[in-house]
């Protein structure tokens, strides 16, 4: 089955890359994945999978931790990106939700939101999204004047992705928004994004350790381990995989199998039960 | 005079001596709050700004405001150099390496400023006049007048750039967070540049309105010192904090010499702000305006 294909023409496509830190140490082998215009793909993985990698291959924040792509190709509507920088693909129409809810501290809530709105010239437009942040967040309203390190976990996460809107991205690439959140949160997290995606257009690729969640608002899904995809399909159709079930949604259907033999070798190598 | 004219007196000339510390204080918070950089060569970057103005105005015979246009625009130059060739290369080191490496440039200029522009002592005349206004009990030199009118409106500049305008909130997140600030596209090196420029700049005024206070020469550089304490006490990354440390630091400085040295027959005005710097590095390191490090438990 050829990834995300079927529904509409792919906004990115990410063609078999490999990607080596410091010159020497090799991260990602072989990554493809696409995501379709409009679509919601998900791309679920273990801690230390190398989804954070593979969003930043894309963003191309992966230079500044001197990483680097040394083989393949990230497309943006058929145009190459992964020799751009940051700042580039911004303008371009993709941003990063970076891992761990990154607000600037010191700055207020509505000031973080005016540093989305940096790669767009008009002023009066960005004051006028400002609203439209609101109307998705209005938890934020509230807190527009408060500095955004004393905000709650959940209100971060909220500004950082309301920041990442401010962009008027095309594509959002969002990186673990469930991370220490509570389940209640979460949900509401998922369906504000979900609302975006409906009725602003914006295409998402969310890399998630959560993947009850991510594959219940995505439409296809994609796993790593150790830097490889290692299964992609439909988000039913994985979300009924017996791997994943059992992995990662902890349904167990376990005591049906005594022997490890005929388990996959992705399977075999887990440290992520725990 | 009576003790109370005595002690406004003081205070009066604490008080604009103060603001002129903040002026240079300034330069360093800009450099801090946008790149983490520590700049011990605040003090050298005045001096050098001051031989450059000098120059013009007593070696090269330029008009004074050409002379503090070159002030200014090598100044600005400078700093974009320095960022570009020096300091880009440091960031994400440790941050000793930024100390050492602004330690070095200091002696650098401190040496290359006489070495290539003059040496000896030069004045530095402005055409305002010397005697000083008597309003009162108050004395003040008109040159400290128009330091403090300096100082007051770039801070208020500056205040209104980082507070009020896209790019200076722009500039704060690059201060606050460089990572997330590429994430959001933003040109993190390019205000690199553009702080070191902004330094230059006020240190550039500087160097004009202390050079001519204290004359021209090697020595200018050691007003610098007085940046620690102003920085310590405001907080290193405040520009109202530039203003406070540096009202402090200013009175201070006259109170001491008031009323202490008298009984110990002098110089406990050069370092009355050191006593304060330590005892307000025990109570409150950020500083009284600083940014506190935001925990979460």
């Not at chain 2, 920085?231 to 520009?239: A, K």
């Not at chain 2, 001491?256 to 710097?277: C, E, N, Q, R, S």
């Given at each position: 089955m050829s990834a995300g294909n079927g529904m509409s023409?792919?906004?990115?496509?990410?063609?078999?890359?490999?990607?080596?830190?410091?010159?020497?140490?090799?991260?990602?082998?072989?990554?493809?994945?696409?995501?379709?215009?409009?679509?919601?793909?998900?791309?679920?993985?273990?801690?230390?999978?190398?989804?954070?990698?593979?969003?930043?291959?894309?963003?191309?924040?992966?230079?500044?931790?001197?990483?680097?792509?040394?083989?393949?190709?990230?497309?943006?509507?058929g145009e190459p990106i992964h020799r751009k920088d940051p700042g580039e693909v911004v303008r371009r129409g993709i941003v990063q939700v970076m891992e761990g809810r990154h607000v600037f501290e010191h700055l207020t809530v509505e000031e973080n939101l005016l540093t989305g709105a940096y790669t767009r010239c008009e002023n009066a437009a960005a004051r006028k999204d400002l609203d439209l942040v609101y109307t998705y967040f209005p938890r934020l309203v509230e807190r527009r004047g408060f500095k955004a390190g004393y905000i709650s976990g959940g209100?971060?996460?909220?500004?950082?992705?309301?920041?990442?809107?401010?962009?008027?991205?095309?594509?959002?690439?969002?990186?673990?928004?469930?991370?220490?959140?509570?389940?209640?949160?979460?949900?509401?997290?998922?369906?504000?994004?979900?609302?975006?995606?409906?009725?602003?257009?914006?295409?998402?690729?969310l890399a998630e350790q959560n993947a009850t969640i991510a594959l219940r608002f995505a439409q296809y899904g994609y796993v790593m381990e150790s830097g490889r995809i290692v299964l992609d399909g439909d988000a039913k159709t994985i979300s009924e995989n017996e791997d994943i079930k059992e992995f990662y949604l902890g349904l167990t259907g376990v005591g049906q199998r005594k022997s490890y033999r005929d388990v996959k070798h992705y399977r075999r190598r887990k440290r992520w039960l725990s | 005079m009576g003790d109370w004219q005595f002690t406004v007196l003081l205070l009066s000339n604490g008080v604009l001596i103060g603001l002129m510390y903040s002026l240079i204080a300034l330069g360093f918070v800009l450099v801090y709050k946008a790149t983490d950089a520590i700049n011990f060569a605040q003090g050298e970057f005045v001096m050098i700004s001051g031989f450059v103005a000098a120059a013009g105005l007593m070696v090269w015979g330029t008009?004074?405001?050409?002379?503090?246009?070159?002030?200014?625009?090598?100044?600005?130059?400078?700093?974009?150099?320095?960022?570009?060739?020096?300091?880009?290369?440091?960031?994400?080191?440790?941050?000793?390496?930024?100390?050492?490496?602004?330690?070095?440039?200091?002696?650098?200029?401190?040496?290359?400023?006489?070495f290539t522009i003059f040496s000896g002592t030069k004045p530095l005349p402005l055409p305002i006049r010397e005697e000083p206004f008597l309003v009162g009990p108050l004395f003040i030199p008109p040159i400290q007048l128009l330091g403090?009118?300096?100082?007051?409106?770039?801070?208020?500049?500056?205040?209104?750039?980082f507070l009020k305008s896209r790019k200076g909130i722009a500039m704060r997140a690059v201060a606050d967070n460089q990572q997330v600030a590429l994430a959001m596209g933003i040109n993190v090196e390019r205000y690199f540049g553009v702080a070191w420029a902004m330094t230059g700049i006020v240190s550039a005024l500087g160097g004009v309105l202390w050079g001519n206070l204290l004359g021209v020469d090697v020595n200018l550089a050691l007003v610098g010192f007085k940046?620690?304490?102003?920085?310590?006490?405001?907080?290193?990354?405040?520009?109202?904090?530039?203003?406070?440390?540096?009202?402090?630091?200013?009175?201070?400085?006259?109170?001491?010499?008031?009323?202490?040295?008298?009984?110990?027959?002098?110089?406990?005005?050069?370092?009355?702000?050191?006593?304060?710097?330590?005892?307000?590095?025990?109570?409150?390191?950020?500083?009284?305006?600083?940014?506190k490090i935001i925990e979460r438990i």
């Open positions: 023409r792919p906004i990115l496509s990410v063609n078999n890359i490999e990607v080596i830190y410091d010159h020497v140490i090799l991260v990602l082998r072989g990554v493809s994945l696409r995501v379709p215009e409009g679509g919601i793909v998900a791309l679920l993985g273990a801690n230390g999978a190398g989804k954070s990698t593979t969003l930043k291959a894309i963003s191309g924040l992966l230079r500044t931790e001197r990483g680097d792509v040394t083989k393949g190709s990230v497309e943006l509507l209100e971060q996460q909220m500004l950082a992705i309301g920041r990442a809107l401010m962009a008027r991205p095309k594509l959002m690439l969002l990186d673990e928004p469930s991370m220490g959140l509570a389940p209640m949160l979460v949900q509401e997290i998922f369906e504000i994004v979900s609302r975006l995606n409906r009725e602003e257009g914006v295409s998402l690729l | 008009p004074l405001w050409l002379a503090v246009a070159l002030a200014l625009g090598g100044m600005i130059v400078l700093g974009f150099a320095l960022e570009r060739v020096m300091l880009r290369r440091l960031i994400g080191r440790p941050v000793i390496a930024v100390v050492m490496a602004t330690i070095g440039l200091a002696s650098i200029l401190r040496g290359v400023g006489p403090a009118g300096v100082s007051i409106g770039f801070l208020a500049a500056f205040g209104w750039f940046v620690f304490p102003v920085v310590i006490l405001g907080g290193l990354d405040s520009i109202p904090g530039a203003i406070v440390g540096g009202l402090i630091v200013g009175i201070v400085e006259n109170m001491a010499a008031g009323y202490i040295d008298p009984y110990v027959g002098g110089g406990t005005k050069d370092f009355a702000p050191y006593v304060l710097m330590i005892a307000a590095l025990m109570v409150r390191p950020y500083g009284i305006f600083g940014k």
